[in-house]
């Protein structure tokens, strides 16, 4: 367990309505990345964190932001929820002291239903 | 756009058989090479990772890579039914800690 969370775990909402994803982490570790999940696609990375309040884009980050204003948590927020959000959301965490930099450790999800 | 391909399966072997999964990628530049494993409605867990050419082995798990030739495997000795999952690749993009995965592949062990 690398001790993430995810906040909510489920959301419906509705299309035009902004949407704000939390991932907390408890071992201070310095990256943090933000990922969606969808049948066919696999893994594809929304942004990621390199440290407080130092972000960049992934591959699919049309629609997304985000937010890192201190270590343990980096927040998404769909700005106005579309029903192409509709997705399962992952954090994942690296970085940490004494494992390797590039060694990805994933949360338990979000699933976002967009209506 | 660099790429990392995996068959979609599913892959279907009997129990204590060995399962073969294999991965290419485009990018090469890649220096890290891992395994996740993924249960249904579950989040990916590490398996294993892999940064030399040649053979890395964890218990049932074996990781082959091979960077002339742009793959990475993965075996798994004496499959068990609960090895049912899908497997991803993620390679790392470029020198950067940024990981693409492949879309997975589907293995089913028949009990």
């Known amino acids: 367990d690398a001790g993430i969370t995810q906040s909510p775990r489920h959301k419906v909402t509705e299309t035009g309505t902004p949407v704000t994803l939390r991932c907390h982490q408890t071992e201070n570790h310095r990256y943090m990345y933000w990922y969606r999940q969808d049948p066919g696609h696999g893994l594809r990375l929304i942004h990621y964190?390199?440290?407080?309040?130092?972000?960049d884009k992934g591959e699919v980050s049309d629609g997304y932001s985000v937010s890192r204003s201190k270590t343990e948590d980096f927040l998404l927020t769909l700005e106005s929820a579309t029903s192409s959000q509709t997705s399962v959301y992952f954090c994942a965490i690296s970085g940490f002291s004494g494992r390797a930099l590039d060694t990805q450790y994933f949360g338990p999800g979000t699933r976002l239903t967009v209506l | 756009q660099k790429e990392v391909e995996q068959n979609s399966g599913p892959l279907s072997v009997p129990e204590g058989a060995i399962a073969s999964l294999n991965c290419t990628y485009s990018?090469?530049?890649?220096?890290?090479f891992f395994w996740y494993r993924q249960y249904s409605g579950k989040s990916p867990e590490l398996i294993m990772s892999?940064?030399?050419?040649g053979d890395k082995e964890d218990g049932r798990f074996t990781a082959q890579l091979n960077k002339a030739s742009q793959y990475v495997s993965l075996l798994i000795r004496d499959s068990q039914p609960s090895d049912s999952a899908t497997y991803l690749c993620?390679?790392?993009?470029?020198?950067?800690?940024?990981?693409?995965f492949g879309s997975g592949t589907r293995l089913l062990v028949r009990p």
């Open positions: 993620a390679v790392n993009e470029g020198s950067s800690y940024k990981l693409i």
């Open positions: 964190s390199y440290g407080v309040k130092d972000t």
């Open positions: 892999i940064y030399s050419n």
């Open positions: 990018d090469r530049g890649s220096q890290s």
